[in-house]
């Protein structure tokens, strides 16, 4: 009986696009000056310094770091120093009304219907839990962050790492078998099926060939309740 439902993001509850060509860009124009004004302060300050651990660069200067995150946004490194930044500047945008955290149309009914059903929900993603908080507290449908019992990031490991979602399951007191995941990408999936996890993959585009896992197209495809045992 699936007990827990942990979601990803990108490509799973949210249109990639709105990640890629709308939250990216936004830091993406803002990092630089924002850094520098804010290296000396809380919380940037601790940020850098662990940036400068990331990177085993312990003396370099903010310009030096901001080059470093520049290359890592032109990679799109998971660095949890750099999704750090990206929160903190994703949030004027969203309190300004730039844009709202975009959700599949699919998305709030089901999420609404699992947690009716007692099904706790939780969000699993590489960006900081603040910038995940942000997504869903402005999200087009309004602030829907009262479904979610609780938010996972690079803090608990990569979402690549079996180890990330035995940390997970560990968090929530949960078995795995009764923990479900939501992604788009099949190497997370794999990750959190060597954890223990059941798994279902969301292909919102084209289809994923290399995958094994279920495959749905929208999450009013998902019947936990029919996921046996
Ligand atoms: C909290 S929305 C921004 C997500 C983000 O910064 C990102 O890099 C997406 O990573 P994910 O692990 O959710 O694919
Ligand atoms: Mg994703």
Redesign the pocket.
């Given at each position: 009986m699936i007990r827990a439902i942990v979601t990803?993001?990108?490509?799973t509850t949210s249109d990639i696009r709105f990640?890629h060509n709308v939250?990216f860009p936004y830091a993406r124009e803002r990092l630089a000056a924002f850094v520098t004004a804010e290296q000396y302060k809380e919380p940037v300050s601790t940020i850098l310094n662990n940036l400068r651990d990331e990177v085993a660069q312990p003396d370099a200067s903010a310009a030096e770091l901001i080059d470093v995150l520049f290359a890592f946004m032109d990679e799109?490194r998971?660095s949890t120093a750099l999704?750090a930044l990206?929160g903190i500047i994703w949030r004027d945008g969203y309190v300004n009304g730039d844009f709202t955290g975009h959700l599949y149309p699919d998305v709030l009914p089901q999420l609404e219907k699992w947690k009716a059903q007692g099904i706790d929900l939780y969000v699993y993603?590489?960006?900081s839990v603040a910038?995940?908080k942000l997504?869903f507290g402005y999200s087009d449908e309004g602030d829907i962050t009262h479904l979610f019992s609780g938010y996972f990031d690079t803090l608990v490991g990569a979402?690549r790492e079996v180890q990330s979602y035995r940390n997970i399951a560990t968090q929530l007191g949960l078995p795995p078998s009764s923990i479900l995941f939501l992604s788009d990408?099949h190497q997370e999936l794999d990750a959190a099926e060597e954890a223990g996890f059941r798994t279902i993959q969301l292909i919102r585009g084209d289809d994923d060939a290399a995958s094994h896992h279920h495959q749905v197209p929208s999450f009013s495809n998902i019947k936990p309740e029919q996921i046996p045992s």
């Open positions: 990803d993001i990108e490509g990640v939250l799109d998971k999704k990206q993603s590489s960006g910038a995940q997504l979402k990408i």
